[in-house]
């Protein structure tokens, strides 16, 4: 079924920020109403950019899944575009249970003094110890009581940083945040993909959802290698998607684009099999995409952070903590205040952890893949006025799995991701609540497409609560399409808004709240469609995506 979404009359805008949220409290139009019915793409009348959207995904019906005698089945579209598998997300790609590191060195509290030095040297102590065959060293017990952290402690290869509990009362570990706002720990250095060797042009199309891809000379590729498929970002397709119009100066320009780390199951002739799906179609049409091998420097493996509490009330302190974050200033003040940093690395962890009075939280760069992060609380954080949302849960890296966690606060981002992630990531079986019962606090991409994240039963307590996937436009840095190929299963929140950008989708099924427009939609130059609506506020099943994709994918 589809629907025409008209342009509406441009209403005065009060108080657009840098960071304007993407999503308008307005009416749901009728439009709208006939969409959340419907079980299939919205799809609309035709301007260039608009026929970028219909050679997607046309008058037929967008991908879809249903769950048929206990089994997912899926339904393509016309470019054999699928929903694609979430589940190869999280240490070692999903399913294999964490590792339990030896101690291998002990530090205990003391009554003062700053205590960065003593743990360091203890963690540098085991990343000297010899590997065990599953890559870890082992672990650093920090006994009960609270330590003083003031500068970023750093994990390497094989190493792990385990507390006595979050219980601080009853025995527990308190990591007590002193000095400028920062992260206080990192796991993985700086590192981009460098590219080793040529590029190997991709021949043909590569539609979402697809773990095969074949080259014009698959010679130099062998089964077990890790390797970028990448697609750029050509001024073709910016032009389809319509951010070639951002006014201010944002717009969109030509870049490396998307960058998928994947390993070679198999070679076949010159078709690669990969380990995880493609997430955003690589298209001849918008200058295709290559594969090439790469090497990643300060990559960290089997690391982790373990059972432990943190409390940042200090950094809340420092004079610079309002401050912005902007391009000259980006990991500024409360944007900074973090517990962990992950960065150039793989299979590694976070687990168990409680932070209170962060402005921030975790955060998962884009030369990370391959994360778990669990049990993990992020509570009363401590966002000062003026200041736009932080995020709790950010994800700029792939195969990133972000499970049983919770936040409070108000006016932040609670699970969200980067420009241009990757994918396939996870957010799942999480909860957060606004402290005041009426604060800001959304989940969904942020900024830039990020593709193939799955928002799987999440819940948002707030009477301003949102699910958000849209376009931006010129909010932010000229965020634009924050994302595509993105699905919310099972989610729960006062209001959402998903809408479809041309030449991708973006899935809700089972989604509960008012469906609302888009902040930006009377903005944009072309009126955007509406995503694929599915079962709206009714549950479906099976009851987590992820889990039934993950069950499906070790028991065929």
Known sequence: MSARRTKKQTPDRKGKGRHSRTMSAGRITAA???????????????????AAQATQSGTAKAPSLALVNGKLSYTPDASKNRIPDFSPTGYKGGGVPLPAAAVAGRVDARGSGD?????????????????????????????????????????ADGVVLRGSGTDVGNGGTLLKATGEPGSLITIGGDGAYTRTGPRVSIAGDVPVGATKVTLQDASSFKAG?????????????????????IPGGESWKPNSGILAVRTVVAVSGKTLTLDAPITTAIEKKYSGGTAWHYTLDGQVTNAGVENLAAD?????????????????????????????????????????VKLTRFGSGFYVNDNASRVTIERAAD????????LAPPPAFMV?????????????GDRVHAWTT?????????????TATSVTGHGQVDAGPHMRWASGTLYDQLTINSTDGAFIAANAWDGGTGHGWQGANNMFWNTKAAKYAILTPPTANNWAYGITGKQVDGKHDHELPTPPALGTIVSPGKPVAPASLYEQQLSERHRP
């Not at 079980?39 to 035709?46: D, I, M």
């Not at 205590?115 to 920090?142: E, F, H, M, W, Y």
């Open 32 to 50: 709208c109403a006939v969409a959340a019915l419907a079980t299939t793409a919205v799809v609309w009348a035709q301007s260039d950019e608009q």
């Open 115 to 155: 205590d960065t030095p003593r743990i360091q040297a203890a963690l540098d102590s085991a990343a000297k110890l010899k590997p065990s065959a599953a890559g870890v060293r082992g672990a650093v017990l920090l006994g009960p009581g609270t330590f003083r952290v003031t500068a970023s402690l750093k994990l």
């Open 225 to 245: 290698e890790r390797i970028v498929v990448q697609r750029p970002t050509t001024q073709e397709w910016i032009n389809a998607i319509g951010m070639n119009k």
């Open 312 to 352: 940042a009330k200090e950094f809340t302190l420092h004079p610079d903590y309002g401050r912005p974050e902007d391009g000259k200033n980006k990991d500024a003040g409360a944007f900074a205040s973090r517990l962990v940093t992950v960065g150039a690395a793989r299979d590694v962890w976070v687990k168990d």
């Open 379 to 386: 509570l009363d954080m401590a966002v000062p006025d003026g």
């Open 396 to 408: 700029g890296g792939q195969q990133v799995l972000v499970r049983d966690t919770t936040v409070t």
């Open 418 to 430: 980067q420009a241009f992630a990757a994918g396939p990531n996870v957010f799942t079986r999480s």
